[in-house]
């Protein structure tokens, strides 16, 4: 029986979740072969629009493979009626935190919440209707609060009665109340900010591996239904590896991921290659994700000049060199490199750190291309324009917030 898969456009490389590669965007139109229309396929969806394939009505899957796309009646073990809706590629989101977001679907929700009566609502109907030893959270927004960060005595006054942790919506800092900051021994009684969240988050109560594995399957439907088949999870890849692995070996795996591991100072290289996985095209890795600095809200973004209002400028998180030296030995491995940089003095050590290493490995590879994650401001002047360097900005439209402006002066800006 000859395979409907032959009428795949040499060169071109369509995934069975409907993803598809910048080389088969090119592709015009698939023809519809007479042998695939008595072939029997695995899945036949039909009756719908095929997105850029005018006339086209049906996609047919041979396996894995989109075999074939065009018009007519198929015989397929499966056939699915689109009802005159669209059939498209599935979405690629490139810079997600998806189990920290499929933890979340469990917990406190807190985004979209404009204003601080609104959320203290939010905070102690949900205390009141669950009885777990924490409440915990994640969501809220700075510019809910008018001076731009909530208190430690109002979650004292929300939550009384047990350990709360709200982390903001950007995961940069972390509001605890009394009961949680004096279990965790932290004296502070101010949010917490970057690394010092780390203060509370060791001593919350630590998921099991099946309730992750039940988060995760949580988060795949989630993203099933927003048209979602791939995603690069943005950070820890390393300890979440054997999650997804195990998801794949089950058969559950509805979503292509591909997993950046934490590049952090006095990293071992040799640990991740031991741990590196480039050959299934399902969980891959290839990856290394740095942090440059932290957010502008709680004004731990690097900057060139201080914060309005104030003599801080926020603190880089690599020494002027150890950023440098740390992208360019894993591009001499191999890696791809991300880096988190928001301030304009972090955007600009990534991008000298970027400088001179190697341009245009294959993707496929996982190799060198580089990129500046969410880096939506650059100041000064001297700096070489980002066509000289060999990297990539990607600034997410969401990163941006309301508070944002309140931390910069009326002068940044201009030229």
Known sequence: MRSCSRSRTAGSRYMFDGSVDARATSVSSFAMPEHCRSTVASLAVVNGRVWRRPGATAVVLDGDRIAAVGAGRFDAARVIDAEGA????????????????????????????????ELEL????????????????????????????????????????????????????????????????????????????LGVTRVMPIPTREQDLDAVRAGMRLAASRGVGSVQEAGDGQNQLELWQ??????????????????????????????????????????LKAFADGVVESKTA??????????????PIWGPDE????????????????????????????????????PGRPWSRCGGATSVRSAPRVGGHGRPSRTQVPALPSAPTGRSSRSTRWRASPRRGET
């Open 323 to 358: 950023l440098r030296e740390a992208v360019h030995a894993a591009d001499a491995r191999g890696w791809q490199v991300q880096v988190h940089a928001i301030g304009d003095a972090a955007i600009r050590q990534a991008l000298d750190a970027f400088e001179g290493t190697t």
């Open 302 to 315: 690097a900057m060139l000049h201080p914060y309005a209002g104030s003599d801080e400028r926020g603190d």
């Open 246 to 287: 195990a998801l794949r070996e089950s058969g559950e795996l509805t979503l292509r991921v591909r997993l950046a591991f934490d590049l952090t100072p006095g990293r071992d290289f040799e640990v991740y290659a031991r741990l590196r996985q480039d050959d299934d095209p399902w969980v891959s890795t290839g990856i």
């Open 86 to 117: 669209w059939i498209l590629p599935a979405f690629n989101d490139a810079h997600v935190h998806f189990l920290m977001a499929s933890r979340s679907l469990g917990e406190l929700d807190l985004f979209g919440i404009e204003t601080q009566p």
């Open 122 to 197: 939010r905070v102690a109907g949900y205390a009141r209707g669950h009885d777990g030893p924490w409440v915990v959270g994640r969501g809220w927004f700075y510019s809910a609060f008018p001076e731009g960060m909530p208190t430690v005595e109002l979650l004292d006054r929300l939550v009384p009665d047990r350990p709360a942790y709200l982390e903001s919506f950007d995961a940069h800092t972390g509001w605890a109340n009394s009961r949680a900051l004096a279990i965790a021994g932290v004296t502070t009684r101010d949010v917490l900010r970057e690394a010092a969240l």
